[in-house]
């Protein structure tokens, strides 16, 4: 069974990607594809993907625990010194 594989746009899709996205086509499919550069996104790359917030969060709540466990494990270091 034939596969399709994808081909450069031709000329006449030359600006069809934007932000340095890489325009293909697929012969059984009529519209060209873009494939994105980093941080683009979106049908013709027009998108700026930003990172999830969501991750900035895990990141400052893991930093926030470990500085936590950090005093707590510093303050019972002290009372066991002091209490001696």
């Known amino acids: 069974m034939p596969t399709d594989h994808e081909e450069p746009c031709g000329p006449s899709h ?3 990607c934007l932000n340095g996205g890489i325009c293909y086509v697929i012969p059984t499919i ?3 594809f873009c494939r994105c550069i980093e941080n683009y996104t979106g049908a013709r790359c027009e998108e700026v993907f930003l990172p999830s917030s969501s991750t900035q969060t ?3 709540l893991f930093v926030a625990f470990v500085a936590v466990v950090v005093l707590i494990t510093l303050t019972i270091v002290a009372l066991y010194f002091l209490c001696r």
Do not use: E, G, I, M
Request: glycine share 0%; proline share 22%.
């Open 58 to 60: 895990k990141s400052n």
């Open 14 to 16: 030359r600006s069809f």
């Open 30 to 32: 009529p519209s060209p």
